[in-house]
């Protein structure tokens, strides 16, 4: 009998680069697990995760280690994508299709139970037959500083110590988790060759800001200390984060320089919340749009905030922020994405402030799209960019 594959598993294996490169599934929307207080600041592994298994997985890819079949949306454009690339029009498709209700409508709990982008993304691959390939990385869930877990994934191949890439998931600091995001974290440790910790931070509205952020660094000076059991090089250490883990990357980069810990080597912000302007012109071109837009963007300020003057806080509003002296960063930004203008802004601001910056927008997309290589091929050019990036930093 072939054993069940749990959701955390399956959405690691989406991600090994046999597949077109390699998916990353990243999501607005998903289940949470509660975080366990420890009262250990040892770095200990917990957990094996069913992922570093290769025998769990049972599909192969096809012998060209690309699609197995093409990937086509079945109905006309939306009304707010009218350049919507087909390939994400047919992954907004199949979201569509689970009737989610709106972010406004629901408590963090209810919005939590709902499918997420990374779910509709799996069944576009369902739908075109494309197939799973082998896991490169082992996972263990860890203890890495009291009451805070992350999820590591080690290579499988090369030589230690590896690099090591700090990752942080997005979900407006309310819902998703490391297991929502596991297949952006095995991606990064495949195809950068590096050992990736995924931090699990505390979510709001249980906890209000700025708790993710504290959370962030915490976490950070942890690997820092503890590189060295996990395999990983201390002194060749990058912060990856997407949506709201991409504002806690670059907080991280704030904070270090400012406490003057170490800061990393680099930097990757993937459409990143980056301000709480929402009069921007992306805002007002993305109130409609899927999987986020407007409506969606201000309930998670009102679950993370404490009142609205924590909005104005150059940890959320980045570019406000002193950003002299941090690394160089890349930064990536969708299309059709409420964040588009604010991640250009913060682009422009670094760049003002002397820091290199490689920026790049895929025309066609949409918020989260950079989890999706498998079905969309803009995201996996915008992978081979981070991928790049990284490697030139920490190699």
């Known amino acids: 009998m072939k054993r069940p594959i749990s959701r955390p598993a399956a959405l690691a294996w989406l991600a090994a680069p046999a597949l077109a490169g390699g998916l990353f599934l990243s999501s607005c929307n998903s289940q949470p697990t509660a975080t366990e207080t420890d009262k250990t600041a040892t770095v200990v592994s917990e957990e094996t995760n069913a992922a570093s298994d290769s025998s769990a997985v049972t599909a192969k890819a096809d012998s060209t280690g690309g699609m197995a079949g093409a990937v086509k949306p079945t109905g006309p454009k939306p009304a707010w994508g009218p350049n919507i690339g087909p390939e994400m029009q047919a992954v907004i498709e199949q979201l569509m299709s689970f009737k989610n209700k709106p972010l406004p409508s629901l408590t963090a709990a209810q919005a939590r139970k709902q499918p997420s982008a990374a779910d509709a993304a799996m069944k576009q691959m369902r739908a075109s037959n494309i197939p799973a390939p082998p896991l490169n990385c082992d996972t263990a869930t860890q203890t890495i500083a009291p009451g805070l877990k992350a999820r590591v994934y080690t290579p499988k191949g090369g030589t230690a110590p590896y690099p090591v890439i700090v990752y942080y998931h997005g979900g407006g600091w309310v819902i998703a988790t490391n297991d929502t995001y596991a297949a952006s974290a095995q991606a990064l440790c495949e195809q950068v060759g590096a050992v990736v910790v995924s931090v699990e931070y505390r979510k709001a509205p249980e906890h209000k800001f700025p708790a993710a952020h504290d959370d962030a660094f915490t976490a950070y000076q942890a690997v820092l200390k503890n590189a060295a059991s996990m395999k990983g090089d201390?002194?060749?250490?990058?912060?990856?984060?997407?949506?709201?883990?991409?504002?806690?990357?670059?907080?991280?980069?704030?904070?270090?320089?400012?406490?003057?810990?170490?800061?990393?080597?680099?930097?990757?912000?993937?459409?990143?919340?980056?301000?709480?302007?929402?009069?921007?012109?992306?805002?007002?071109?993305?109130?409609?749009?899927?999987?986020?837009?407007k409506g969606g963007m201000g309930w998670f300020f009102k679950n993370y905030q404490r009142t609205a003057a924590d909005l104005k806080d150059p940890r959320i509003n980045l570019v406000a922020a002193n950003l002299k002296g941090l690394e160089p960063t890349t930064i990536i930004g969708a299309d059709y994405d409420p964040l588009t203008t604010e991640g250009k802004t913060l682009a422009d601001k670094l760049t003002a402030a002397g820091v290199k910056v490689n920026y790049k927008k895929y025309d066609g997309t949409t918020h989260e799209f950079f989890g999706m290589a498998a079905v969309v091929p803009q995201a996996k050019d915008a992978q081979g960019v981070a991928v790049s990036d990284l490697k030139g930093a920490l190699k």
């Open 234 to 293: 201390p002194n060749k250490v990058a912060v990856v984060g997407e949506s709201a883990g991409g504002n806690l990357a670059c907080n991280v980069s704030i904070m270090a320089r400012d406490k003057k810990v170490a800061l990393p080597k680099y930097q990757v912000l993937v459409y990143p919340i980056a301000g709480s302007d929402m009069n921007t012109a992306s805002y007002q071109a993305n109130t409609e749009t899927a999987p986020l837009n």
